[in-house]
């Protein structure tokens, strides 16, 4: 891992970073003195190649794909230099590695109709600028998070290039070099497959969506909301945390980026008002890993996932919603428990912003998230929905910069519902994106000349360089993981690893889920959630469909146990991210975050089983109830569930509980989740028991009641 320590030329003064990795972000501003515009510039032109993209079809995939790569590792490179180089000459040569890099990218482009045409017999110089390429992304990768993942992707080039010499079923039939450069650095089943089409289209845009979502002020109006619905609450702080985090996940879908933006404010008021470090960190890392699995932005891998299976993206947002509910249920329950049991209160009501006032006065913030939602379950395209809903976001931003010079609020409101007219009636014979790129190009203009607008698009600049910027992580991931689908797609490796989970999945499905469980979570403690996702999707998630789990949730199974493993010691990158923040050693906000997270780790064993809870056919209950039914029974089923290993973990319900009672509270649990006869009785049984039980000891325990 890299351990750099930087002095950065931000203003007459340097600033002093320190850091490991740049996995979670690079410092703030793009480098020193010149170095930094130059850094800036090609950011800028980065985001501005994604939204012609993205806007329209004007280029072949495998030629975006390939442009994309290119500016990728021009910038990772470039930003790399200019923040770890100590003279001019180590950042010239970061740059210079860069600019090869791109020309590796560009190589598409120029050569596209070239490389079609001799597919499968490639030139010299084919197979330099493939080596080429890979070197680049490997390095590249690995100075930009670190080694796990390159060491990773190497031995699957190893068996790639070796796997012949290997035993039986192990072993494959042997490739030439040309034929694995080939395969790995030109189509799309290597570098360019997937997650790079995803990358380059849909994950791009929707980072610079949430990236002028924050900068029009979407953080405050959801901190606002959440202290103004729980903050005087019981343990009001950690509530206001859980609630602003999933608010916040609808739009970011990074876990780690709302650690550091939301835990700014809510780890340090949980703090104050009596939670211990470690819990609050883990409180906040907790909902802030939530982000990827919330509706409707999520994270890349849902991308990804509608990608691969081949089905809307609306299917998979449907599919999330419940698991995501009952994942910020879950983390709301934990949080409430551990405010009983210490007797922790909320906020003053003097500390406590309106709600209610927050919404009045922010309310337009929510048309460009609304304007999503619909557009994506009414069947619009990602991307095109995406390209929508910034083009809003950029509307609103403007206009709220242009009714600040209006002294009279009458203007101000003439000024909006003059806009809304000319939006409507530009789009009443279809959503034309042409037409309102010039609504918004007429906004810019205007926004120029009126006083304090130039700082409004200076601002809205910064925010496509900072988008470039967040996309680079997510992006090198995607290219490299590459490599191990390439692997696998040439030498058929993947059937091995499905034979043994259907094997094992013959004597019992519980068996092959916990298998597949611990390999999605010990890839994730070194690797990030998209490559996690993607080598266990294409290892088990076929598996566990051949063994009648539906193919949705054998992806959703993959997805999820990827993201518990940035809440997993000993990594657990959310909990890296949030320690600085409260003070504490990331170990011990690991294994708090994992006990708050206790319904995340099971809610994917109840799917499997009730396949209702993610509205999926195939649920037993449906012939009883109905398909709805089946649902509203799942879910409650499973929200008992929740409550009940809350009441496992935390200890408390009306009182403190013995280790007895936490023993059987934790048996009705998985009576609950199990599948075994009248194991649903059982629970509902058990359950009913220990909260009366519980009940009946509340007069005894008057100090530790609520």
């Not at 939006?423 to 190009?441: N, W």
């Not at 109830?625 to 409650?636: H, I, M, R, S």
Request: aromatic fraction near 12%; proline fraction near 4%.
């Amino acid at each position: 891992m890299l351990k750099a320590e930087v002095a950065v030329e931000q203003a007459p003064g340097a600033v002093k970073v320190e850091f490991d990795n740049f996995e979670h972000g690079f410092p703030a501003g793009f480098g020193p003195r010149g170095w930094r515009h130059l850094a800036y510039a090609v950011a800028i032109a980065f985001a501005s190649f994604q939204l012609v993209i993205a806007a329209w079809n004007v280029l072949p995939s495998q030629v975006v794909r390939g442009v994309h790569v290119g500016f990728l590792l021009l910038l990772t490179f470039g930003l790399i230099g200019n923040f770890t180089a100590r003279t001019d000459l180590g950042r010239a040569i970061a740059w210079s590695i860069g600019a090869l890099g791109f020309l590796c990218g560009l190589y598409q482009w120029i050569f596209y109709a070239d490389l079609i045409l001799r597919d499968g017999d490639p030139t010299h110089l084919d197979l330099v600028v493939g080596t080429l390429l890979a070197v680049l992304i490997f390095e590249g990768t690995r100075r930009l998070m670190g080694p796990a993942l390159p060491i990773m992707c190497g031995v699957c080039l190893l068996y790639w290039f070796f796997g012949q010499y290997l035993p039986a079923p192990l072993n494959h039939r042997g490739y030439d070099f040309d034929q694995v450069v080939t395969h790995l650095s030109f189509g799309t089943e290597g570098f360019y497959g997937v997650p790079i089409y995803v990358s380059a289209t849909y994950i791009f845009l929707f980072i610079l969506f949430g990236s002028f979502l924050e900068r029009a002020g979407m953080i405050q109006l959801f901190t606002d909301v959440s202290l103004g619905l729980f903050g005087g609450s019981r343990g009001g702080p950690a509530k206001v945390s859980v609630f602003a985090s999933g608010l916040m996940g609808t739009i970011s879908g990074s876990g780690v980026a709302n650690v550091v933006t939301v835990g700014q404010f809510t780890i340090p008021l949980m703090i104050k008002f009596g939670y211990r470090r470690a819990f609050a960190a883990g409180v906040e890392a907790t909902a802030s890993m939530g982000g990827q699995i919330m509706p409707p932005v999520m994270g890349a891998v849902a991308f990804i996932m509608a990608e691969t299976l081949g089905v809307d993206y609306s299917v998979i947002v449907k599919a999330a919603v419940i698991p995501a509910f009952l994942y910020f249920a879950s983390a709301f329950w934990m949080v409430h428990l551990e405010a009983g049991k210490h007797g922790l209160v909320g906020m003053k009501k003097s500390e406590i912003p309106s709600a209610w006032r927050a919404v009045v006065a922010r309310w337009y913030l929510v048309l460009p998230l609304a304007a999503l939602v619909f557009m994506l379950f009414e069947g619009f395209t990602p991307l095109y929905a995406g390209s929508m809903g910034l083009a809003l976001t950029v509307a609103l931003i403007l206009g709220a910069s242009i009714v600040q010079g209006f002294s009279r609020p009458v203007l101000r409101y003439v000024f909006w519902i003059g806009l809304a007219l000319v939006v409507g009636a530009v789009s009443r014979d279809g959503l034309d994106i042409m037409q309102i790129l010039i609504v918004v190009a007429v906004l810019v203009a205007i926004t120029a000349i009126t006083r304090g607008g130039r700082a409004t698009l200076v601002a809205c600049r910064d925010s496509l360089a900072d988008s470039a910027k967040s996309a680079l992580t997510v992006g090198m991931a995607c290219a490299i993981v590459g490599t191990i689908i390439g692997m696998m797609t040439q030498t058929g490796v993947g059937t091995v690893f499905g034979s043994w989970v259907i094997g094992l999945g013959e004597h019992s499905l519980f068996l092959a889920l916990v298998m597949t469980m611990l390999l999605s979570i010990l890839l994730g403690t070194g690797i990030p959630t998209i490559p996690t996702y993607i080598i266990t999707a294409a290892l088990a998630a076929p598996a566990l469909a051949n063994l009648g789990v539906p193919l949705i949730i054998s992806h959703m199974f993959a997805f999820y146990y990827g993201i518990m493993a940035d809440l997993s010691p000993p990594v657990a990158l959310a909990a890296l991210a949030a320690a600085p923040i409260a003070k504490e050693k990331p170990d011990k906000i690991g294994w708090e975050a994992m006990r708050i997270a206790l319904a995340g780790y099971v809610i994917p064993f109840i799917a499997v089983y009730s396949p209702a809870l993610m509205l999926q056919p195939g649920d037993a209950m449906a012939a009883e109830l109905g398909f709805y039914g089946a649902v509203l029974y799942a879910t409650l089923k499973a929200l008992l569930a929740i409550g009940l290993f809350g009441m496992a973990s935390i200890g408390f319900l009306f009182t403190r509980m013995t280790v007895v009672e936490r023993l059987v509270a934790f048996a009705a649990a998985v009576c609950l989740l199990g599948e075994f006869r009248y194991s649903d009785y059982a629970g509902f049984v058990i359950a009913a028991l220990i909260v009366g039980w519980q009940w009946r000891q509340r007069p005894r325990s008057a100090v530790a009641a609520a």
